[in-house]
């Protein structure tokens, strides 16, 4: 990943904020959609696994998704989001919750199965484990390696999972660098830049250069990144503005 120097920075601000200190002067805002839960269902599906339907369906529609998980557990739709991407990243996978058991389904709980069974079909190929220098390493499929073991513990599945989609995250945007020279700052699955760029056209480029790469390691399966654009403009300080007062008043209240 690329980070900026400095504890606090552009990079490290909420979103809201970036738009407020940035807004008008002429950026635009990149994001790959729904990034890592897509990265994991391609690799899924290049590893011939089983089909993750509530993936699919969070990648499908979102902001349903996650609505329902907030409903279910009692969060606001903030805290719902960072969930889904703690599943993602491993977390959370044997934490019991209580639900609804009228919905007939625990649809955080279905989610988390999903993960699981992509994780452990990855985990299983052999060819990304190492020893190098008499250390154990597991690389990812862009042969940048992560340490097996750290301070005489074994590093869980979901670190080992998140170094794999990781991965593929950083060569994208390894690839967005080397199509658009106006880049600025990058933010963990998006960036900004100076560029008005087509996002069909960048994301077309992105897949065939992932699909080339994963096609020479001997998998198949079409890669199917989409990219959002979103132009840093005067007008949208405001709303962001006022997403931040609103949280503000709550904090205050409580």
């Known amino acids: 990943r690329y980070y900026m120097h400095n ?7 909420p979103r809201e904020m970036r738009k407020i200190a940035m807004g008008g002067l002429g950026y635009y805002e990149y994001d790959i959609e729904n990034c890592h839960y897509v ?13 993750l339907t509530y993936v699919n369906k969070y990648i499908k529609d979102t902001k349903t998704f996650r609505m329902t998980i907030a409903k279910e557990l009692g969060l606001t739709i903030e805290l719902a989001k960072k969930l889904m991407l703690i599943i993602v990243y491993g977390g959370g996978l044997s934490v019991k919750h209580r639900y609804d058991k009228s919905s007939g389904e625990s649809v955080k709980s279905a989610i988390i199965q999903d993960v699981k069974k992509a994780r452990d079909l990855l985990l299983k190929d ?15 499929h862009f042969k940048r390696r992560t340490l097996l073991h750290k301070n005489g513990s074994k590093k869980n599945k979901g670190s080992l999972l998140s170094h794999l989609l990781q991965g593929v995250e950083s060569t994208i945007l390894d690839i ?17 830049s100076k560029s008005n760029m087509d996002v069909r ?21 079409l890669m199917k990144i989409s990219v959002t654009k979103e132009e840093l403009s005067d007008i ?18 409580k």
């Open 7 to 13: 504890d606090i920075n552009l990079q490290t601000i």
């Open 39 to 51: 990265i994991l269902n391609q690799l899924n599906k290049m590893y011939g696994g089983e089909t």
């Open 126 to 140: 052999k060819e990304y484990y190492m020893t190098y220098r008499g250390d154990k390493y597991f690389k990812n």
């Open 176 to 192: 967005v660098m080397l199509e658009d020279d106006s880049v600025v700052m990058f933010h963990h699955d998006g960036w900004v």
């Open 201 to 221: 056209v960048l994301s077309e480029v992105i897949n065939n250069k992932l699909q080339f790469h994963f096609e020479k390691l001997g998998y198949k399966g």
């Open 236 to 253: 949208n300080k405001t709303p962001a503005l006022d997403s931040r007062l609103k949280r503000k008043v709550v904090l205050d209240r």
